[in-house]
């Protein structure tokens, strides 16, 4: 499958199996269409990366809070001991995507590689193969920040040599169809991967 610079629609379950199957140093982006698809995304993927792939995995959720991902992990169809995960096993980190973003200041936090590389340090302290980052993008949108978030997402690798990461970038579909046609073009080029996400096959 050809990635650069194309969006393939995708059932959430086959998005999560082609993420997981990619090789590590990938940067994809994930255009959700609500909550309820994401969820479904977001709890496949950690499930299958912790207990399949023995990954450490952070998410930034911005349209739900840290909690409700706990919820939505332990309490649903997936059932995850999110305590056990967050807590004893270290596999498991949940921060708000507007702390991840965003300095105090209401200034964007710049990327900085030596951060991704400590994540995967820590992961492989603790004995896990590797880090997944899940990061949901509409902190810039909230912030008015939509130059930030493309300066931001273009500073990033389209992929990390010799580390053992994958970053996931969530764009709800409301935040990028504010997106300028160059500014989707330029992202989605960027990227290793983009994929828009269903909540079931479509023929």
Known sequence: MSHKGVIHTMA???AVNT???ADYG???LVVYPNLVTLREFYSR????QIEERNEFIQMAPFYETEDSVRQALSGGRISLDVERLEGKEKALAIVDSLKKYFAADGEYTRFDLEVDKRMVDNAKTNGKSGYSGLGDIGAFPYEDCTHGLVEYELSLPTHYDDLDIKRVCLYHQQDFNR???EQKKRLTEHHSMAIRIVPHKQK
């Open 179 to 181: 997106l300028t046609a």
């Open 26 to 28: 990938m940067h994809c």
């Open 12 to 14: 959430v379950e086959d």
């Open 45 to 48: 993927y950690i499930q299958k």
């Open 19 to 21: 993420i997981s199957a």
